[in-house]
């Protein structure tokens, strides 16, 4: 083992399923008490790089560091010091949802107390209910219940607000911030990028089990973007006409088509943009009698980040 002082870290992980390479060589590494978002679309590995680290397979070629720890070799003493929320739940689908917290909270040595992270996470109203007829919301919660109830020092969570209504979802991220605050470190795998950007430290894109970007959201949403305008307006806008409004060296494009609401991103690009330019978008579209929303100089989302590496092509 190579002792990194993170609390995970992989060394050049690779996982093969016949001819299918699911990791490439992937290298990662979680500080102890950040939150580290690993983010990439269907079939990118991720599910893969989490049940390795978790422990549940081995990988092919590489080490993986789990608490200093080997997560397969060392399982048995790894266990109590890791929290795994399953986005299936994981749950007995007999039980009842008090008496799995409690079931699982007899497996540490110094669990939290299950009816206050019941209260917490507002299921002391269903805590005699059988889990199958817990809301799909309720059984998400439940299942982050089961995942911090032994005090864990590193918390893998899958998705943990899907299926969460608004309110649901922000005490979801309270409660991530607390344990960022309590020196537990988290890895982090979601679909909502808004999640990823506004709760991560350190974001990892990956891609065919590589890594095709790391960073803070801060240093992804500016890299590239200097020279970028983005704005958000009705579909179908000739952005065509709009570059010869703005004059030479300036490109436009439709980057992320209207979708449900009939909005598109259009991006902007130029060798400079100034105060000019921006009045020039925003009187072109008054022109249009189309309405600006979500105008941007210098930076993309974590989202335009994510599709413009990973492309914009649904995945299976």
Same mark, same amino acid.
């Given at each position: 083992?190579?002792?990194?002082?993170?609390?995970l870290?992989?060394?050049?992980? $690779?996982?093969?399923?016949?001819?299918?390479t699911?990791?490439?060589?992937?290298?990662?590494?979680?500080? $102890?008490? =950040? #939150?580290?978002?690993?983010?990439?679309?269907?079939?990118?590995?991720?599910? =893969?790089?989490?049940?390795?680290?978790?422990?549940?397979?081995?990988?092919?070629?590489?080490?993986?560091? /789990?608490? *200093?720890l080997?997560p397969?070799?060392?399982a048995?003493?790894?266990?109590?010091?890791?929290? !795994?929320?399953? %986005?299936? *739940?994981?749950?007995?689908?007999?039980?009842?949802?008090?008496?799995?917290?409690?079931?699982?909270?007899?497996y540490?040595?110094?669990?939290?107390?299950?009816?206050?992270?019941l209260? =917490?996470?507002?299921?002391?109203?269903? /805590?005699?209910v059988?889990?199958?007829?817990?809301?799909?919301?309720?059984?998400?919660?439940?299942?982050?219940?089961?995942?911090?109830?032994?005090?864990?020092?590193?918390?893998?969570?899958?998705?943990?607000t +899907?299926?969460? @209504?608004?309110?649901?979802?922000?005490?979801?991220?309270?409660?991530?911030?607390?344990?960022?605050?309590?020196? !537990?470190?988290? &890895?982090? $795998?979601?679909?909502?990028? @808004?999640?990823?950007?506004?709760?991560?430290? %350190? #974001?990892?894109?990956?891609?065919?089990?590589?890594?095709?970007?790391?960073? $803070?959201?801060?240093?992804?949403?500016?890299?590239?973007?200097?020279?970028? &305008?983005?704005?958000?307006?009705?579909?179908?806008?000739?952005?065509?006409?709009?570059?010869?409004?703005?004059?030479t060296?300036?490109?436009?494009?439709?980057?992320?088509?209207?979708?449900?609401? *009939?909005?598109?991103?259009?991006?902007?690009?130029?060798?400079?943009? =100034?105060?000019?330019?921006?009045?020039?978008?925003?009187?072109?579209? +008054?022109?249009?009698?189309?309405?600006?929303?979500?105008? %941007?100089?210098?930076?993309?989302?974590?989202?335009?980040?994510?599709?413009?590496?990973?492309?914009?092509?649904?995945?299976?």
């Amino acid at each position: 083992m190579v002792n990194s002082g993170a609390a995970l870290a992989t060394h050049s992980v $690779t996982k093969r399923f016949r001819d299918l390479t699911a990791v490439d060589g992937l290298d990662l590494e979680l500080p $102890t008490g =950040t #939150v580290l978002a690993l983010l990439g679309p269907n079939g990118a590995g991720k599910t =893969t790089t989490v049940e390795m680290c978790e422990g549940f397979s081995a990988p092919d070629d590489g080490i993986i560091e /789990v608490l *200093g720890l080997d997560p397969v070799a060392d399982a048995a003493q790894l266990r109590p010091r890791i929290g !795994v929320m399953l %986005q299936g *739940g994981g749950a007995y689908p007999g039980a009842k949802a008090g008496e799995m917290l409690r079931l699982v909270a007899a497996y540490s040595a110094n669990p939290l107390d299950p009816d206050w992270l019941l209260s =917490t996470l507002g299921l002391a109203d269903v /805590v005699k209910v059988g889990y199958r007829r817990l809301s799909g919301g309720q059984q998400q919660r439940l299942a982050l219940a089961c995942a911090l109830v032994g005090r864990p020092e590193l918390v893998f969570l899958d998705e943990p607000t +899907a299926g969460l @209504d608004a309110q649901a979802r922000l005490l979801v991220w309270d409660l991530i911030d607390s344990l960022r605050r309590d020196g !537990v470190s988290v &890895l982090l $795998t979601t679909h909502l990028l @808004d999640e990823a950007e506004e709760l991560a430290d %350190q #974001v990892v894109i990956i891609d065919h089990g590589r890594t095709v970007a790391a960073g $803070t959201p801060a240093e992804l949403t500016r890299a590239g973007a200097d020279n970028e &305008l983005r704005f958000t307006a009705p579909c179908g806008l000739d952005a065509r006409s709009l570059a010869l409004r703005l004059g030479t060296g300036f490109d436009v494009d439709e980057a992320a088509h209207g979708g449900a609401d *009939g909005q598109s991103v259009y991006v902007v690009r130029g060798t400079t943009v =100034t105060p000019r330019e921006v009045a020039g978008v925003a009187a072109w579209c +008054a022109s249009e009698n189309a309405l600006i929303s979500n105008l %941007q100089v210098g930076a993309k989302s974590l989202e335009d980040v994510f599709l413009d590496l990973t492309g914009r092509d649904l995945r299976g």
